[in-house]
């Protein structure tokens, strides 16, 4: 997570993000093709052979382009550790989600097959859950099953008010926020002492090199150094100065994006790893509990993006329980007669009271009433404006911290405006 905080109207306001977590286990698989823009493909083949602590993943090109350097993404169980690269990958691992990448260009072809192998130090035979491909020839990911290209625009929106008091995506950023995680950065809060903003960077390694302008390249050996530490000792790593001997991070960081040549292919790499690590998982846990409105997608998405993998599950087996599902029956919708706008309630209130609960966290807490006014108005679908005009006193009883957000107002199709009159309230 990351805590982000500067002065607003005379508030001072945390916003969090970039998280570091365990899972307990992997997501839920997805069953069939996944449409990746131009690409799309099927996995046909994903076992893990305990005994020979041996995995095994064969997918299939079902798209239109061959792919050219594809990045793989699945979840293992909590506490299983990837530790092993074939020949031309490389591997990083945030909490269950581990992610390959190549150290070299690798097509495979329209309807041709590839079989991709790794080990993990586990002697249990298992699946990988949530398995994800993405290749630069796709030129970014689809959304999901559940969230229509605009609904994924609001929610992303929103988000990023809570992330940069905006709903532009701020790829620029950068910023050391004393959180104990290195360096923030970029639109979903990557930071370098979690293993995540490594992915970031290793996939702009493979589009483009140092000679090619890219000014991130050289401070993959300090990030590896920092990521094999958090992974061998499972906190995170607040240490910069083995970015800071390289170069002027912050700066370069920034100048990935603001450069018109190296700008899509910087922000291609930042929505991959958002998707594989944050949107794609929520989706998957919003499938497997029948969480079939755009509202309870995108509110696990916010989830996912603040407390991250295993904070976001924590809350939703609360949420179970509080609705009277202690078993953690999936789907919970339908189970007994609980409807969703009676859990996604309880979702709320439970991560309402994790951000209360926390010194600092709690004065962020005014985004999690944003989405309990869209469930008390009935925007399900989002087919109203989404506007952030209320706080969580407004919500619930207790008299809690203003956050201070600037209030936006998101259009169905995306867009935004700062509206120049408003009213706080949840109803």
């Excluded at 930071?191 to 993959?220: E, F, H, P, W």
Aim: charge should be negative; hydrophobic fraction near 35%; aromatic fraction near 10%.
């Amino acid at each position: 997570m990351k805590y982000r905080a500067w002065v607003l109207a005379g508030l001072t306001a945390a916003f969090t993000g970039c998280a570091a977590d365990a899972s307990e286990e992997p997501a839920a698989e997805v069953e069939g093709p996944r449409a990746l823009a131009a690409c799309s493909y099927t996995v046909t083949t994903n076992t893990y052979d305990g005994p020979d602590y041996w995995g095994t993943l064969v997918f299939k090109n079902t798209g239109t382009s061959a792919m050219t350097s594809p990045t793989i993404s699945f979840g293992v169980p909590g506490g299983v550790t990837c530790d092993h690269d074939e020949p031309g990958w490389t591997h990083t691992q945030t909490g269950s989600t581990c992610v390959y990448s190549r150290t070299s260009g690798l097509t495979v072809a329209v309807n041709a097959s590839y079989t991709f192998y790794y080990s993990t130090n586990s002697n249990t035979s298992w699946t990988a859950g949530n398995v994800g491909i993405t290749d630069p020839s796709c030129g970014g990911t689809t959304p999901e099953p559940g969230l229509t290209a605009n609904q994924k625009k609001v929610a992303e929106a929103l988000t990023s008010i809570w992330e940069n008091d905006t709903p532009t995506l701020d790829y620029a950023y950068s910023e050391n926020i004393q959180d104990g995680r290195g360096y923030t950065n970029g639109r979903a809060g990557f930071c370098t002492g979690t293993g995540d903003a490594i992915q970031v960077v290793q996939c702009y390694v493979n589009l483009r090199s140092a000679g090619n302008g890219n000014l991130l390249a050289k401070y993959m050996p300090g990030l590896t150094t920092i990521n094999n530490r958090f992974l061998s000792t499972g906190q995170s790593q607040a240490s910069t100065s083995e970015l800071d001997v390289l170069g002027d991070w912050r700066a370069d960081w920034a100048a990935s994006d603001t450069n018109t040549t190296t700008r899509a292919d910087f922000k291609a790499c930042q929505d991959q790893v958002s998707d594989a690590l944050y949107y794609a998982p929520a989706m998957a846990e919003a499938r497997k509990w029948g969480l079939a409105t755009a509202l309870s997608r995108m509110a696990l998405y916010d989830a996912y993006i603040n407390h991250g993998e295993s904070g976001a599950k924590s809350m939703i087996r609360a949420a179970n329980t509080a609705v009277g599902n202690s078993g953690q029956v999936a789907p919970v919708v339908g189970y007994n007669g609980i409807t969703e706008t009676a859990w996604l309630q309880r979702f709320l209130e439970k991560r309402r009271d994790v951000l209360a609960a926390d010194s600092t966290w709690v004065d962020a807490i005014d985004r999690v009433a944003a989405y309990e006014k869209l469930r008390r108005k009935g925007n399900w679908d989002l087919s109203a404006a989404v506007r952030n005009d209320v706080r969580a006193r407004d919500c619930w009883s207790t008299a809690y911290p203003v956050s201070g957000y600037t209030v936006r107002n998101i259009n169905p199709d995306g867009t935004w405006s700062t509206p120049g009159t408003y009213t706080f309230a949840c109803q």
